[in-house]
């Protein structure tokens, strides 16, 4: 079956320690979306990536990192300078043809402490 | 103002009734929108993508009004399975979400 999916599904980590969650989908999809949600807040987008080796900022990027070096993965990193770690991760990709239509992963849970 | 917003409800409705939901957005350049059911703890799954001026799937129609820049969600004989959280989306080159609204449906 196609699909996206992302590990772990929770996630705890010390503060002051990185961690990098995975993100892969086998829809032949070529972009790929980084997002957060927190409780009563809508979705906003960390990073984005169109193509193979090319990613851009998005709305909250401070304190995250990415990786595009295959076009089926694009793992998030959240570095020790995000100040307020915790949240829900959601991991999106989207056809060339229809390229705001987006699907998403079952996200991950991180939890910082 | 921000650039995509609905109401955040809860919208309690009986099993049955119609409802509806609004979302305005204040880019004029979007071109994409699209609806999102998202369940608890559970990630957004895409319920409607609107391009034109409309969009009909069963008991669900989405329109797009440009003129004064909102989409809409209208949901027919609500179901108990219909309670959830729907996210509006829209944009130009990336989507910008709006904090969804809360449609529960009681007997």
């Known amino acids: 079956d196609g699909g996206i999916t992302q590990s772990p599904k929770y996630l705890f980590r010390k503060e002051g320690q990185n961690v990098t969650l995975s993100c892969e989908q086998n829809l032949n999809h070529d972009a790929m979306y980084w997002y957060r949600q927190d409780p009563g807040q809508g979705l906003r987008l960390i990073y984005y990536s169109q193509i193979v080796n090319d990613f851009q900022k998005g709305d909250i990027a401070e304190g995250y990192s990415v990786s595009r070096e295959k076009k089926e993965s694009f793992p998030l990193t959240v570095t020790s300078a995000q100040k307020n770690p915790t949240a829900f991760y959601l991991c999106?990709?989207?056809?060339?043809?229809?390229?705001?239509?987006?699907?998403f992963g079952p996200g991950t849970r991180l939890t910082v402490t | 103002r921000k650039e995509v917003e609905q109401d955040p409800g809860p919208f309690n409705v009986p099993e049955g009734a119609t409802v509806a939901f609004n979302c305005t957005y204040s880019n004029s350049a979007s071109q994409s929108f699209f609806w999102y059911r998202q369940d608890c703890r559970k990630e957004p799954k895409l319920l409607m993508s609107v391009y034109s001026s409309g969009n009909e799937d069963g008991r669900f129609t989405a329109q797009l009004n440009r003129a004064s820049q909102y989409i809409s969600l209208l949901i027919r004989d609500s179901k108990l399975s219909d309670s959830a959280t729907y996210l509006c989306g829209g944009g130009y080159q990336k989507v910008t979400f709006g904090t969804g609204t809360k449609l529960q449906v009681i007997p």
């Open positions: 999106a990709s989207s056809p060339v043809d229809r390229s705001l239509e987006q699907y």
